[in-house]
């Protein structure tokens, strides 16, 4: 079930942002200022209790941008991430955005095919931004172009 996350859900994104990033994790007072911006939406997905996927997207006029997309490693390869962002994009084109851009690590192979299966193309680099030769690609989708799910 997808559904917009609420201060309720804090203590479940919390441990599902620290199971899916480790040291990269965000902290809970981060998690907990994005729940409480108005121009940021947070998606769980979860089961009758635990959360097991969550997505932090921000809109500011008519572009949005992905901060985060993080599965519960128990259940990765079950289409969550995919969900989520039917779910985002629905709610981004509600918001009037445009367009979303994200970064991801030059490293990070499955979440780039993630995001070549859901058209989004390069617009950009950032040299060594993770660490020494690990580049943040730049990525972005036409959001005019998508079907809301």
Wanted: include cysteine.
């Amino acid at each position: 079930m997808i559904r917009r996350a609420t201060s309720d859900d804090l203590d479940g994104l919390t441990t599902v942002e620290h199971l899916a990033f480790g040291t990269g994790a965000w902290s809970r007072r981060s998690l907990a200022s994005q729940l409480a911006d108005p121009d940021s939406w947070i998606a769980v997905d979860t089961d009758a209790v635990n959360i097991q996927a969550s997505m932090v997207l921000r809109v500011a006029a008519d572009e949005a941008e992905l901060l985060r997309v993080g599965v519960h490693p128990q259940h990765r390869c079950r289409g969550l991430a995919r969900l989520l962002f039917a779910a985002g994009l629905a709610w981004l084109q509600d918001q009037g955005a445009v367009r979303l851009f994200l970064e991801v690590s030059s490293h990070n192979a499955p979440a780039r095919d993630l995001y070549a299966s859901l058209g989004f193309t390069g617009c950009g680099r950032r040299r060594d931004y993770y660490s020494p030769g690990e580049d943040a690609l730049l990525l972005e989708l036409a959001l005019d172009a998508q079907e809301p799910s």
